[in-house]
Each structure stands twice: as C-alpha cells, then as structure tokens.
C-alpha cells in the first residue's frame, strides 16, 4: 500500500521536553508539510520541504525544527519552547516541488501537553 | 487572517438533502482545493478546480468558483450519513512557487438519516 504514515497516533508530553513526531511516505513525493490542527479551526503552516536537505519555515515555525535528510522522511520536533503544543499535527505531500496540485495527508499524530 | 474562509461553521441536514457551503478568499488564486476531514483523521482531498475553471463535477460534488467575486461554493447531492465530517477549502496563491496551500476553518456537515 503507498501512503503516508504518522506515528505514534497519540503522544503525551511533560511541560519541557521535547518530542519527535514521525512523518513517512512511501508515494516517491518530492515536497512535504507540517500542519498544526487546533480544534474548530484550519490548519497551519509549520514547515515544508520541496527537497533532501532543504526546507522552509511556515506561518507558525517557532517552536519547531524539522530534518529531511531523506526523501521519504519528515521528522517533526516539538520543542519545549513551543508555548502551546497541545494540537493535532498532520503530515502532508505532494508529487512535484514547486506546484500547487494535490496534497496527500497522513492520518495525524494528538500531541497532549500534561 | 486566514484566506479562505468557509460559511456556515455548521450544517445539520437529513439523508438525501443536499448540502451547500460556500468559501470566500481574499487574494488572487492559482487554483481553490475542497477537502474532507472525518474526526480525528487526516484530510481526504476531494477536488481541485483551476482558476480558468467556472464549475468542476465528481461524481455527487459540484463546485463552482467565481474569481470576480473570489468565492467557490461545494454542493453535495443526495447526502448519506457517510458525508458526515468537516469541509475544508484550501487556495493556492497565484504566483507561489512552494506549493503551499492556506486553509479555511472549516464547515461542519451532520447528515443524520
């Protein structure tokens, strides 16, 4: 089956650390994206990739890193400096860099600050 | 701001009534994207219609965008129960060269039988 998977679908956190929330596609997708999900809203902006070793910040990067060290991977890590963690996080692709078409979604990580 | 924005918030309607939300955007487009999210999934991409593009049909969806008046409406036909889930449209700026899409917050549909 190709697809997106995200792990774990839930992850509880302590105030302070930080965790790393998994992104892998197996579609052979140039471009990737972070988006942040807080409840009755849109997604947001985190952070993508339109390729290994590049990648640019979104509408809300503070509090974040990312890595693309390979192509079908997009790790994502919630740092203690992120105020508001607490959200669901989704991970996105696309075919081709630089084009608007279609984004193909993972079914999403809950992170819960404790 | 956001923009795109969706209008209703929510939607209840019966089985086999039709369902009709509307997305308002604010700046010049590339092309204007539905999505489905059932709770607590991801987002399941319905359609994509260009900005050339007037009226896009898939099987049970319609959807129609006016550039003039930067807007695009998404009908669903006959609606079942399984159209229950949240309706998001997404636009793609006219000259962005990153595929980035911005979001609306969403229209939430109930379809009771």
């Known amino acids: 089956d190709g697809g997106i998977t995200q792990s774990p679908k839930y992850l509880f956190r302590k105030e302070g650390q930080n965790v790393t929330l998994s992104c892998e596609q197996n579609?052979?997708?140039?471009?990737m994206y972070w988006y942040r999900q807080d409840p009755g809203q849109g997604l947001r902006l985190i952070y993508y990739?339109?390729?290994?070793?590049?990648?640019q910040k979104g509408d809300i990067a503070e509090g974040y890193s990312v890595s693309r060290e390979k192509k079908e991977s997009f790790p994502l890590t919630v740092t203690s400096a992120q105020k508001n963690p607490t959200a669901f996080y989704l991970c996105?692709?696309?075919?081709?860099?630089?084009?608007?078409?279609?984004?193909?979604f993972g079914p999403g990580t809950r992170l819960t600050v404790l | 701001s956001q923009q795109g924005e969706e209008d209703p918030q929510a939607l209840s309607i019966q089985e086999g009534e039709n369902a009709t939300m509307n997305c308002s955007y604010k700046t010049s487009i590339n092309n204007l994207q539905w999505y489905r999210q059932n709770s607590g999934r991801g987002l399941v991409h319905l359609i994509l219609i260009r900005s050339n593009e007037r009226e896009k049909h898939s099987g049970r969806l319609r959807v129609t965008l006016d550039t003039s008046k930067k807007s695009s409406s998404l009908l669903i036909t006959a609606s079942r129960a399984a159209d229950t889930a949240s309706y998001f449209c997404?636009?793609?700026?006219?000259?962005?060269?990153?595929?980035?899409?911005?979001f609306g917050a969403g229209t939430q549909v109930v379809v009771t039988p």
């Open positions: 996105a692709s696309t075919i081709e860099r630089g084009t608007t078409d279609t984004q193909y």
């Open positions: 990739s339109q390729i290994v070793n590049d990648f």
């Open positions: 579609l052979n997708h140039d471009a």
């Open positions: 997404a636009t793609a700026l006219r000259g962005d060269s990153w595929g980035k899409l911005q």
